[in-house]
């Protein structure tokens, strides 16, 4: 039936062979190769790009927010008087910790404020709720107006160290480190804590001097060795429970979504923290407020720090993507196309004419003897398992080092809180914490101040 139209078409390409083209032939594909691009697949749970698994991402915030709760309220004796098992502490206090820390992380990697001195400045924000919340710079500790050290114009003399040196270390960059060791891919994001906690003498005498101070403001708030025990013991608890769960995301690549929480999840963050300072400014100790002239003085610590992280240059981006410190991938060859043409033939030398070398041969007197037989087995052909060179066990990384001697240093300072608790009243204790208390105000200011003329000397990279 198709034959009349076939001979018109011929005919046609014959007379006009411009209008019509001779039709195509459609080859085979050829086979797929390594080289040849391939359909997108979704990324796996071991890509930087992947989302975590929301649970892998809840218990490991959670477990940071308990270290960042251990620094600031177990450490300072604050949180042990009632004991742990009180749940203010879980609704409150946990919760305050948990949103002010994830909140200035966040900020601090989507604005790459993350050098050491931002990092500072960062905690001096975050020490500032010490102020509309618990009203401690105003009034003190016990909300009475009486200072512990004396005053400062309307401030509290060391009351000031919770806001410019306590809380930016121990509340902030202290759970930071610590989480770059649990969490090592981390690490690249945060360059300052390259080697924390530090080997050299200058870095040991840190360390002693921090347990040192930090068990003795332990035990003098403890309430006594039972209850210390008891709350100590919450503690390990909680932290041997979170390490269990979190575990599966240590060395997750993507695990910079712990720190930075999707915008969704920031503005529930910035929400409730909203809520937190109006109800807490409104109900806990309102009789503590200031004149408003006071009040509104304490912007000037605001103004100051947002100066500081805002003269200060942003970080460079890490390198992409980031492979955990543990395994790198594998080097992978690639293999040319495949195609229809024979391979180059190799060349051969030419056939030489030359005769081959004689073969030495050893006088009778060198020659080997045959073997002997013994009575042992020969040995098996059978594949065994991988070993390690040399016959020695791996080494560990040096971030699993780092991570050990933390935790050392952690089993020290309990243990030195669990022996001076039962001195709490001891004067030679309360001598060494009033001499502490006395630096801790000056020391704090100036590293502020530090922090804050560090952006004023560095130049910002050109665009």
Not at 322 to 329: K, R, V, W
């Amino acid at each position: 039936m198709r034959l009349p139209h076939l001979l018109f078409t011929q005919h046609l390409a014959k007379s006009c062979p411009i209008m019509i083209k001779p039709t195509r032939q459609v080859e085979p594909a050829a086979p797929s190769s390594p080289m040849q691009p391939t359909p997108p697949t979704p990324p796996s749970c071991d890509s930087p790009s992947a989302a975590l698994p929301r649970t892998h991402l809840l218990w490991s915030r959670l477990l940071i927010g308990l270290v960042v709760l251990i620094c600031a309220e177990v450490f300072s004796g604050s949180a042990l008087q009632a004991g742990l098992w009180h749940p203010w502490h879980w609704l409150l206090t946990y919760l305050l910790y948990f949103a002010h820390f994830f909140f200035f992380t966040t900020l601090a990697l989507r604005t790459r404020r993350t050098s050491l001195a931002s990092l500072y400045l960062w905690g001096v924000f975050f020490g500032l709720y010490e102020s509309w919340i618990t009203k401690v710079i105003w009034s003190g500790y016990s909300g009475d107006g009486q200072y512990a050290l004396g005053a400062i114009g309307p401030f509290g003399f060391h009351e000031l160290s919770m806001v410019f040196l306590f809380h930016p270390l121990a509340s902030f960059i202290l759970p930071l480190a610590v989480a770059c060791l649990l969490f090592p891919p981390l690490a690249a994001h945060f360059p300052a804590f390259n080697g924390f906690p530090g080997q050299s003498r200058l870095a040991r005498l840190a360390q002693a001097s921090v347990v040192l101070t930090l068990s003795s403001v332990m035990a003098i708030n403890s309430g006594g060795l039972l209850n210390l025990s008891l709350n100590l013991a919450l503690v390990c608890l909680g932290l041997l429970i979170l390490l269990r769960l979190a575990r599966p995301t240590f060395d997750a690549p993507n695990a910079l979504q712990i720190l930075v929480f999707q915008p969704r999840g920031f503005r529930l963050l910035a929400l409730y923290l909203a809520l937190l300072y109006l109800v807490t400014y409104l109900t806990i100790r309102p009789e503590a407020l200031p004149s408003p002239a006071v009040q509104l003085s304490t912007f000037i610590v605001y103004a100051l720090a947002l100066t500081g992280l805002w003269r200060h240059s942003p970080a460079p981006p890490p390198p992409t993507p980031t492979f955990p410190p543990f395994s790198a991938p594998p080097p992978t060859i690639p293999t040319p196309l495949s195609s229809s043409a024979p391979p180059p033939p190799i060349p051969t030398p030419p056939p030489s004419s030359a005769p081959p070398p004689p073969t030495p041969t050893l006088p009778s007197s060198f020659a080997p003897s045959p073997p002997t037989p013994t009575s042992e087995s020969p040995p098996s052909l059978a594949p065994s398992s991988p070993s390690p060179s040399n016959g020695f066990p791996p080494s560990p990384s040096p971030t699993s080092l780092r991570l050990r001697q933390v935790l050392y240093l952690f089993a020290i300072l309990l243990i030195l809180g669990l022996a001076l608790s039962n001195f709490p009243t001891s004067p030679i204790l309360s001598v060494f914490i009033f001499l502490n208390f006395a630096l801790w105000t000056p020391t704090g200011l100036a590293l502020t101040l530090l922090a804050v003329a560090a952006g004023f000397r560095r130049q910002s990279p050109p665009p």
